[in-house]
């Protein structure tokens, strides 16, 4: 049954396909920009450089400097740069870093931006930028930030290894996730999330077993745009919260802690949410939607312990206490206990288990 629902569309601009990089020039113009500062990682420096020269007059320049949590030390040396070479305009060409980087700039001089996104982060279709300064993470929502037009090019991601291609998208599968049980869901966005899960559910086994596999690069990417749609659209919850608080606390890394966490958080709201339950089953093609995300992310040969990727054994309450300190909603009320079980498995690496409700 439908109910009532607000449902706000954000005004982005996609441009998606093989080769669509040719389009950047003609994007910067649609925009008004006459020149743009290219920004991207230090490995991603030579693929931004050549972007600078398909741009000719429009190029301004580059800063290759950005990072992981956006620190404010970085963007204020590219805005000192941006400002150097009188930039009216920034282009984006990389993973969630440096896209964090684009929207720092754009927050604080209302910049337009065109995104190149080569993961499948999804912080392109997003308003929230999280910028760290004297190692405290903060979250900023605010129009400015929100990139007004995205360039995929699917062969741009051909080039990201297959590890790191199965933890991106299982980090986008959590925004879908969510957004189908979130607080304020609705039926549009709930559209995107299944399609953007069964999306990728298909794709990235393939690129596993082939990471030249055009078509399901294609479709990961498609997927991934979805995610990320609903991640800029709907609140997320319990999940996010934990990643945000493991990774802030613990440093470690974005997409593999989503990777790990996402089947025993998923466990954890179960009970409360029924039909979340079944749609996500059916895109993923399992009986059980949080034993299908943890064998699709064994399958894809993901890391499956938290104690891998550098958790200490006596974090584990640490967490658990934390993650229950700064009350949000969540679809079942927060269980310290529950919760400490959860982070406790992800922490082992164990299957997701049914999380008992409190006595
Ligand atoms: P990333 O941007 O840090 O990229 C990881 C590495 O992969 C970098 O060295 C990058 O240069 C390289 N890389 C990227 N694409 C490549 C490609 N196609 N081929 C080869 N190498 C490639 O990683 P990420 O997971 O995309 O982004 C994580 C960051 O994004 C985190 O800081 C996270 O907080 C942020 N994020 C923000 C939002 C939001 O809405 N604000 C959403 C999702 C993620």
């Not at 930030?145 to 299982?170: F, H, Q």
């Not at 749609?229 to 709907?234: A, F, N, R």
């Not at 009970?271 to 699709?296: K, N, Y």
Request: hydrophobic share 45%.
């Amino acid at each position: 049954m439908i109910g009532s629902f607000t449902f706000e569309n954000l005004p982005s601009r996609v441009v998606f396909g093989s080769g669509t990089l040719a389009q950047a020039a003609a994007e910067i113009e649609r925009l008004g920009g006459k020149r743009a500062l290219i920004l991207t990682t230090p490995q991603q420096e030579n693929q931004g450089r050549n972007l600078g020269t398909a741009l000719g007059p429009l190029y301004a320049d580059i800063f290759p400097g950005a990072t992981m949590h956006t620190p404010v030390e970085v963007t204020e040396r590219a805005l000192a740069v941006m400002k150097a070479c009188a930039a009216d305009c920034v282009v984006a060409l990389g993973g969630g870093s440096t896209t964090g980087l684009g929207k720092a700039l754009a927050l604080r001089t209302g910049v337009n931006q065109l995104c190149i996104p080569t993961t499948y982060a999804g912080s392109e279709m997003t308003p929230i930028v999280g910028q760290t300064e004297n190692g405290l993470k903060t979250t900023v929502r605010d129009a400015a930030i929100l990139p007004e037009t995205v360039i995929y090019d699917v062969d741009l991601t051909l080039t990201l290894p297959a590890s790191l291609a199965a933890t991106s998208g299982i980090n986008a599968i959590a925004h879908a996730v969510e957004a189908l049980y979130a607080r304020d869901t609705n039926p549009v966005t709930s559209l995107m999330a299944e399609e953007g899960i069964r999306a990728l559910a298909r794709a990235l086994p393939a690129i596993a077993t082939n990471s030249n596999d055009r078509e399901a690069r294609t479709e990961a990417l498609y997927g991934a745009w979805l995610c990320g749609v609903c991640l800029g659209t709907v609140g997320m919850a319990l999940h996010h919260k934990l990643c945000h608080t493991l990774g802030g606390t613990f440093d470690l890394p974005h997409a593999e802690t989503h990777t790990i966490v996402l089947p025993h958080s998923l466990a954890y709201n179960a009970p409360a949410v029924p039909d979340t339950m079944t749609r996500i089953s059916r895109a993923i093609g399992a009986t059980d939607a949080s034993q299908g995300l943890f064998e699709l992310a064994r399958r894809l040969g993901a890391t499956l312990a938290l104690r891998d990727i550098g958790m200490p054994e006596s974090g584990i309450d640490k967490a658990a206490d934390l993650a229950v300190t700064n009350a949000y909603w969540n679809p079942r009320p927060l269980e310290r206990n529950a919760i400490r079980d959860l982070i406790a498995r992800a922490w082992a690496g164990e299957p997701p288990g049914a999380i008992k409700a409190a006595a």
